[in-house]
């Protein structure tokens, strides 16, 4: 069985992921990563992401603004 370790994607994927979620009980275990980038990335997106998942590994705004 293998699991996704590593994800990149854009804010508003992640806003899609996050209310998929919400019907979920958790994240993922195999995710280590996140990676956002090719838009602005909200702050309160990052504390919901934060707040929902059980890792700290979570790479923003690569892109710039």
Do not use: C, K, Y
């Not at 994800?7 to 992921?17: A, N, S």
């Not at 979620?21 to 919901?48: C, H, K, Y």
């Amino acid at each position: 069985h293998f699991g996704i370790t590593l994800m990149e994607l854009v804010p508003t994927q992640l806003q899609f992921i996050l209310d998929e979620l919400r019907q979920r009980e958790d994240v993922p275990v195999s995710l280590r990563w996140l990676v956002v980038t090719g838009e602005a990335f909200p702050p309160a997106l990052a504390r919901a992401w934060l707040a929902r998942s059980s890792f700290p590994s979570l790479t923003p705004e690569l892109h710039g603004n």
